[in-house]
Nanobody, 115 residues
Framework: QVQLEESGGGLVQPGGSLRLSCAAS????????MTWYRQAPGKQRELVAR???????VYADSVKGRFTISRDNAKNTVYLQMYSLKPEDTAVYYC?????????WGQGTQVTVSS
C-alpha cells in the first residue's frame, strides 16, 4: 500500500500563494487518479483538483483559474499550486491516490488564509 505525505501548508495572507506537495512512498501509476481534497471546519470534505489517468485536470469551480494540479512521476509526487488565495480556501488539504487496487490518503496539511 502506498503511503502519502503532504507538505507545504501554512499561514498566508489573502492574495498569496502556496505550493502543496504530496510525496508517495511507492510508485504512482499513470492509471491512478490523483486528487486533492480539502475539509474546512464544520464542512464536508470536497474535491479541489484531480488528475485523471489520461492526464486531464479537473477543478472545483471555486478554484478554477487559481489552482493547478501537476505530478512529477520521477519523484512520485503530486503538487497543488495555489495562487490568489482567499480566506475561504482555509482548510486541511489531503491528497488521495485511487485505483481499483488501492485508495490511499495522506494525513493532511493545514492551509490558513488570513490577514
Amino acid at each position: 500500500q502506498v503511503q502519502l505525505e503532504e507538505s507545504g501548508g501554512g499561514l498566508v495572507q489573502p492574495g498569496g500563494s502556496l505550493r502543496l506537495s504530496c510525496a508517495a512512498s511507492g510508485i504512482i501509476f499513470s492509471s491512478d487518479l490523483m486528487t486533492w481534497y480539502r475539509q474546512a471546519p464544520g464542512k464536508q470534505r470536497e474535491l479541489v483538483a484531480r488528475l485523471t489517468s489520461g492526464g486531464s485536470a479537473v477543478y472545483a469551480d471555486s478554484v478554477k483559474g487559481r489552482f493547478t494540479i501537476s505530478r512529477d512521476n520521477a519523484k512520485n509526487t503530486v503538487y497543488l499550486q495555489m495562487y490568489s488565495l482567499k480566506p475561504e480556501d482555509t482548510a486541511v488539504y489531503y491528497c488521495n491516490v485511487y485505483s481499483i487496487y488501492r485508495d490511499a490518503w495522506g494525513q493532511g496539511t493545514q492551509v490558513t488564509v488570513s490577514s
